[in-house]
């Protein structure tokens, strides 16, 4: 005789219910939010570092004070507290907690200067040199 709590495992797996990995954007593709505390954290055993992150107030939550950490990619950053940024999904897999990247390029973080290769993560526009 199964258990209640196969049972209920059993019915899940049927209906295929997605669990999201960024559950606190409500389903939006971006978010935009207010920083509230920049910080350095390091990350997990294996490596040594010092990763950026801010702790981000969403717009999403009105009412509520719920603030998430978010990492901030690339090298180098004019964020301050109170400055406006726009939020993905997609986790930092060696900081626990990290759920969430802020987006370059837009509202008050601005690109990552000289970058030639992946400009597209890193909101740097594509330089056209004219003959």
């Not at 219910?17 to 920049?38: A, D, E, L, N």
């Not at 509520?64 to 993905?88: A, D, M, N, W």
Request: hydrophobic share 25%; with cysteine; aromatic share 8%.
């Amino acid at each position: 005789m199964a258990t209640k709590n196969q049972l209920s495992k059993k019915n899940l797996r049927k209906k295929k219910i997605f669990r999201s990995k960024s559950p606190h954007m409500k389903k939006k593709p971006q978010v935009s939010g207010i920083c509230s505390k920049i910080f350095i954290k390091t990350p997990k055993k294996p490596n040594s570092a010092e990763r950026k992150v801010a702790k981000v107030k969403f717009f999403i939550y009105k009412k509520s004070q719920k603030r998430f950490e978010c990492y901030i990619p690339g090298e180098g950053h004019t964020l301050q507290q109170y400055s406006k940024v726009l939020v993905r999904g997609g986790r930092v897999p060696d900081l626990p907690g990290v759920k969430y990247h802020i987006i370059r390029g837009k509202y008050d973080l601005g690109a990552v200067k000289n970058r030639k290769t992946s400009r597209s993560k890193y909101g740097m526009k594509k330089d056209l040199k004219v003959c």
